[in-house]
């Protein structure tokens, strides 16, 4: 059997030929990245535009809307640097490229991570993390002083570590549901399309959504655990719209993130068990 | 001058037609990316929904002078456009890159003409089966206003598809550079200005001062704003006149631009030996 | 106990069918419908380790679908599997670690990267220990002149050379057992008898299992001690090449357009002995089968002209097609046996 340790050093022989193959093409990468950033700095713009007109969305400042969507990118890019090739499954499925994984003494999925990295993300990472530092210090949440404590900071900053792990499983699990489908479905990129399109969602506080829509995004594909509920562990009953309640539905957090990870993995598990290849 | 003749198809532009229904049946072909695009634009048109009414929540006013319905129906409407007018196009760079362009070029028919009827048959489609039934849903409903009269109506669809010119010149002027650059690296930072300025995701009157100017000076604006601002009757038959004559103006320019920065491209695509 | 055990092995893939029109799609949604392809339908045989099996049938027979059944790639839809005591599928990992596989189409190599960083790659996937590391890539180095492309980029290398790294990438963990799915495809003669020469030592210095796929006549010939042919998803024969010499000997067709329909009568005449057979005489076609090594095709072409009036001839190699058709029609094959378990002969 693979030990854990094996699969790191494994990891790390993946990556190094990923970027090389990647280096091969520099200005791909300075592209993609300079692309990437206006991009990102354009989403942050259009909520600040739009903060230059009403003081609060949905009983959210604009601080608490920019940690929100800071949040999000952080556990995005996370998951966009190091698993983004799940959202080429159909085309593995489709070609019959999936073979070759399967005649390697190593787990699938892993090999599909690994398989392709892209660098194109690393501005939202980099924007992300900036932007959750700085607003972490803003809203009083981390800070050297007397006024914020050492502890606090201690535990604000492990906690934002968990939420951005469990961010990044959240955003793994949906997408490799959604590209799952690939094993029944011809056309599964369009699933896959799709929720881009609810990834939206995450992008502002879920209590402006209506009452089924807001359950749709905290329990069937949770994006609410990517932000909006673990929001609540920082800001205190006093700093949100709907008061303390929900403080206990942010602290399932990481097991939500885990349970939905489980769930998409066994999917896709049944998914390889209902793998035909491609005919020759 | 050779680029002025060659503007307009001398057989007519209808025998390329043929494309836009060949584009059509593309579309066709995969439905169910179809279907989901589909649902991705409702979607996209419900966040948008709640967002803007959660902005307006608590605010007896108009915000930037747009009061709550015509903030509501622009950011809406903008959302249903994005199926016809797709910022993050890529029609010229994509083809260039798949090498699919060397067939295309072995026809004997106008290529940039090609593209164009191409490029209008796939939006066109997705616009009118997605995009005009989902505001009509969402008008019916209540969420959006109607257009104040059927004049201004028309005077938006013509708006729209000037906006669609345009952006398909910009689309175009962009993925010349593939024939430089082989990479499809820019074309986000491409999509990004498009989205930034011309107004397709906020009002330009929301913006601060020195950005909306620029937004105003440049020509993305034509894209949404324009066609968007007629359609929420801000502006009046005069201005809209002006704001047609403006678009067109674009339109053209870039075409023509794109026409000639086209020509030098193949040109160095037969010299290399393409 | 033999390596690899098969019985009664099926499998049938599930197609999915394209209804027409638009609510045709929305339905195929909701409710899709399959067609069923038997690829592989009920075959049964066992290889013993240090075999080296030609596995041979036309185009669609099911040759690759087996492969990936041996591998463990797809589930039997029924039957079994047993390689080396393992169900392949289910216990996929471990049966990974002691198989290579090289298709012919598909490549493992690290398209834009030199050479060597597959094999640093495959090192660590494999878990291979240094020292067979190192003793394998000396060992390919000198066959498959690997150390000339190690630092070139892999989609810079001719397709010889490629196919060259290909095996040599499937090797690296000295696999027991080594599955080659059309490996000589495409390639030019020399490298195709490069290839062939390697694996035979191979087998003989490692004492590899290997099993081939391949629709080359020559591939089997040369490598192969025992062939097994399929057909529609069939087994249509299994045993010792030699019990398919009749047909594979004679490797050339030549084909004749005569002037005027000479009838039966005159034909058998080229065909006096053994290293001539007459196929087939209709009216003015006549088809005779010859072997290469045995007589010329000028002589055999000299001798044609002589007693027919020929207006016309057409000479080509006999290919795989013809043989099974031969085969698959009993034309005269008996079951080879050459292993003591030859099955064969499949229903005419
Ligand atoms: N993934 C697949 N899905 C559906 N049908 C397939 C698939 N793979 C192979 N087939 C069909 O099964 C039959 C056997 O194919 P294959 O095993 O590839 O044959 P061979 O390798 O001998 O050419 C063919 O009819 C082929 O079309
Ligand atoms: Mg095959």
Redesign the interface.
């Known amino acids: 059997m693979r030990t854990f340790g094996s699969y790191v050093g494994l990891y790390l022989c993946y990556l190094r030929v990923n970027w090389l193959a990647l280096m091969a093409y520099p200005t791909e990468f300075w592209g993609n990245n300079l692309g990437n950033v206006a991009g990102n700095l354009l989403g942050i713009a259009a909520v600040g535009i739009v903060f230059g007109h009403v003081r609060a969305i949905g009983g959210w400042s604009f601080d608490q809307v920019l940690f929100l969507y800071a949040l999000a990118m952080v556990a995005r890019s996370l998951w966009h640097l190091f698993m983004v090739n799940c959202l080429n499954l159909p085309y593995y499925v489709q070609r019959g490229t999936l073979d070759r994984l399967m005649v390697r003494p190593v787990n699938i999925l892993f090999q599909v991570y690994a398989d392709y990295l892209d660098n194109d993300d690393w501005g939202e990472a980099v924007i992300g993390l900036v932007v959750l530092g700085t607003l972490s210090v803003r809203l009083g949440l981390v800070g050297v002083g007397p006024e914020v404590g050492l502890a606090r900071s201690l535990t604000n900053v492990l906690w934002l570590a968990v939420i951005a792990l469990s961010g990044t499983a959240i955003f793994a699990a949906i997408h490799l549901a959604a590209n799952t489908t690939s094993f029944w479905l011809v056309q599964a990129g369009a699933v896959s399309q799709l929720v881009w399109q609810v990834d939206g969602f995450s992008r502002y506080p879920l209590n402006v959504y209506s009452r089924p829509l807001r359950f749709v995004l905290s329990w069937l594909l949770p994006f609410g655990f990517i932000n909006f509920y673990p929001a609540h562990l920082f800001f205190g009953p006093s700093g949100v719209p709907e008061g303390g309640g929900l403080l206990w539905v942010a602290r399932l957090t990481p097991l939500v993130a885990a349970a939905a990870f489980g769930l998409a993995y066994r999917f896709w598990q049944a998914g390889l068990d209902h793998y035909q290849g491609a005919g020759s | 001058m050779n680029v002025l003749t060659n503007f307009i198809p001398l057989p007519g532009p209808l025998r390329y037609l043929a494309y836009t229904r060949a584009a059509v049946a593309r579309v066709?072909a995969?439905?169910?990316?179809?279907?989901?695009?589909a649902?991705?634009t409702v979607?996209?048109m419900?966040?948008q929904y709640?967002?803007w009414?959660?902005?307006y929540?608590?605010?007896d006013g108009a915000?930037?002078g747009y009061g709550a319905v015509e903030a509501l129906t622009y950011v809406i409407l903008g959302q249903a456009l994005q199926g016809f007018l797709h910022p993050e196009g890529d029609p010229l760079g994509r083809k260039v890159r798949d090498g699919s362009i060397a067939v295309d070029l072995a026809r004997p028919a106008d290529w940039q003409w090609v593209v164009f009827w191409d490029y209008l048959g796939g939006s066109l489609f997705r616009w009118l089966t997605t995009g005009v039934p989902a505001m009509v849903l969402f008008t019916v409903v209540g969420a959006v206003a109607a257009p104040p009269s059927l004049g201004a109506f028309l005077v938006f669809l013509v708006s729209a598809f000037l906006g669609f010119v345009l952006l398909f010149a910009w689309h175009f002027l962009f993925g010349l550079l593939s024939f430089w650059?082989k990479?499809?690296?820019?074309?986000?930072?491409?999509?990004?200005?498009v989205?930034?300025f011309s107004g397709a995701?906020?009002p330009l009157e929301?913006?601060?001062p020195g950005?909306r100017r620029m937004a105003m000076a440049l020509p993305f604006r034509g894209i949404y704003y324009l066609p968007l601002s007629i359609y929420t009757g801000r502006l009046g038959a005069g201005e809209a006149a002006g704001a047609l004559g403006w678009q067109a103006a674009w339109a053209v320019g870039l075409f023509l631009m794109a026409r000639v920065l086209w020509r030098r491209a193949t040109r160095s695509l037969v010299i290399h030996g393409g | 106990m033999p390596l690899i055990e098969v019985s009664r092995l099926t499998k049938v893939y599930q197609v999915p069918l394209r209804q027409p029109g638009f609510t045709g799609a929305a339905l195929s949604l909701v409710r899709p419908s399959y067609k069923a392809v038997t690829a592989v339908d009920g075959i049964d045989f066992t290889i013993q380790a240090g075999e080296m099996v030609g596995y041979i049938g036309p185009n669609g027979a099911g040759k690759s679908t087996t492969i990936k059944l041996l591998c463990g790639v797809l589930a039997p839809t029924s039957g079994s599997v047993s390689v080396g005591g393992l169900d392949p599928h289910r216990r996929r990992m471990e049966n990974a670690r002691r198989i290579g596989l090289v298709y012919g189409q598909r490549s493992q190599l690290l398209w834009d990267l030199p050479v060597r960083e597959t094999f640093y790659l495959l090192r660590r996937i494999y878990q291979v220990p240094e020292s067979t590391y190192r003793e394998n890539l000396a060992d390919f180095g000198r066959t498959f002149e690997i150390d000339a492309v190690w630092d070139t980029p892999v989609r810079l290398l001719s397709l010889g050379q490629r196919m060259r790294a290909e095996l040599a990438a499937a090797l690296i963990h000295s696999p027991p057992i080594v599955y080659l799915d059309e490996p000589t495809i495409g390639l030019d003669v020399l490298a195709k008898s490069r290839i062939r020469e390697f694996l035979r030592q191979m087998n003989r210095r490692r004492g590899t299992t290997v099993i081939l796929t391949t629709h080359d006549l020559r591939d089997v010939e040369e490598v192969c001690d025992r062939i097994i042919m399929i057909h529609q998803g069939r087994l249509v024969y299994d045993g010792a090449l030699e019990g398919l010499r009749g047909t594979f000997g004679e490797r050339c067709t030549l084909t004749l357009e005569l002037e005027e329909a000479a009838g039966g009568a005159v034909a058998p005449e080229v065909a006096l002995d053994d290293d001539v057979r007459l196929i087939k005489a209709d009216g003015k076609r006549v088809e005779l089968a010859f072997d290469r090594r045995r007589i010329s095709a000028p002589e055999v072409i000299a001798r044609a002209c002589a007693v027919l009036p020929v207006r016309d001839l057409v000479l080509r190699e006999t290919d795989l097609e013809s043989v099974v058709k031969q085969v698959y029609g009993g034309n005269g094959i008996e079951n080879g046996n050459g292993n003591g378990e030859g099955r064969g002969g499949g229903e005419p």
């Not at chain 2, 995969?30 to 695009?37: A, I, L, P």
């Not at chain 2, 990479?183 to 200005?193: E, P, Q, R, S, V």
Request: glycine share 16%.
């Open positions: 066709l995969y439905r169910v990316n179809f279907w989901m695009g649902v991705g979607l996209g419900t966040i709640y967002l009414t959660a902005i929540h608590g605010e915000l930037a650059t990479g499809g690296g820019l074309i986000d930072l491409k999509a990004t200005a989205s930034l995701l906020v929301f913006y601060p950005l």
